[in-house]
């Protein structure tokens, strides 16, 4: 079993700061990919942010120059950190992970439960 969890949301004024944590638990055999997503209600889930294993990133045109995401391999643990934040940002933010769970299977796709992140005007 594995299980995502994130930690760092809060509610923030715009131009502020916040630093977003998610550690990945469980029968893990390898990360592919790591990522963060955003939701607002009656909208679909967006890509932010993903990091590969080797460090390649990749942002949404948004938040590129604002937002930074980073890795810890060896924890299974993936940042972002946030800055110049806009009411616009204002979202459940939602950690994703491509792995594995043994050296034989196939990648999965899995979850974290979501953190609100809220920006004040």
């Known amino acids: 079993q594995v299980q995502l969890v994130e930690t760092g949301g809060g509610l923030v004024q715009a131009g502020g700061s916040l630093r977003l944590s998610c550690a990945a638990s469980?029968?893990?055999?390898?990360?592919?990919?790591m990522g963060w997503y955003h939701q607002t209600p009656g909208k679909q889930r967006e890509l932010v942010a993903r990091?590969?294993?080797?460090?390649?990133?990749m942002y949404a045109d948004s938040v590129k120059g604002r937002f930074t995401i980073s890795r810890d391999n060896a924890k299974n643990t993936v940042y972002l950190k946030m800055n110049s934040l806009k009411p616009e940002d204002t979202a459940v933010y939602y950690c994703?992970?491509?792995?594995?769970?043994?050296?034989?299977?196939?990648?999965?796709?899995?979850w974290g439960q979501g953190t609100q992140v809220t920006v004040s005007s």
């Open positions: 994703n992970a491509i792995l594995r769970t043994h050296e034989w299977g196939y990648d999965g796709n899995y």
């Open positions: 990091i590969t294993s080797g460090g390649t990133t």
């Open positions: 469980g029968s893990i055999f390898s990360i592919n990919v």
